[in-house]
């Protein structure tokens, strides 16, 4: 007898797709769930190292052009008042409220130090926005996605049992299936989550990096502007 269900049970199909299309439906949109957080979570990551690739590429340029002697206002002329790149316009808010803080006569506003790091400080708070946004889906996959995983195989795993008392049969060809089928819920939800949890914490690390960078030179910026206004 032992013989007969251990040939059974090695007889059955136990692939992905095999395990997938037995399991109840419960378990099913689970790991639907799961793998379309895996998906997205890749997505995101690609993404995201795309993006502060070029984001360190245009810190890296524009920090040339900005120490290579060429004048303030001739720099804020080419790249105008609305760049694209996230240090032009950091670079550009501190020059467009410098300009802003002279009077017609030619004399400058009080407090044009204190304004001028605000505009700065306010465009890199929308650019570090920008460079973090989407993270935090990374954080909830890598948090939630284990107990999403474990949830569908709990109740794989009932299912399983309901499916042996109903049988009235504890053989492996009744047992493996269904235990099989609840597991891999939990496998799915580890492969969802441990990606997220790992890249995240490296774009994070990354992002701070980057905003590190702009927050030094508007601190370099507004040194240099706070010596013209003390000359």
Sequence with gaps: MEQEALALAGE???????LFFRATLIVKLVMIMLIAASFYSWAIIVTKFMQYRRARAEAAAFDEAFWSGEPLDELYEQIGPSPDGASEKVFAAGMLEWHRSHRADGGLIAGATSRIDRSMDVAIAKE??????????LATTAATAPFV???G?????MNAFIEIAAQQNTTLAVVAPGIAEALLATGLGLLAAIPALIFYNKLTTDSDAIIAGWESFA???????????DG
Excluded: P, Y
């Design 153 to 157: 195989t709990v109740f794989g795993i």
């Design 219 to 229: 601190d370099e910026f507004a040194t240099i502007l706070s010596r013209q206004l």
């Design 128 to 137: 570090g926005e920008r460079l973090n946004s989407r993270l935090g889906f």
């Design 149 to 151: 995983g474990l949830f």
């Design 12 to 18: 059955m199909d136990f692939s992905f797709w095999a």
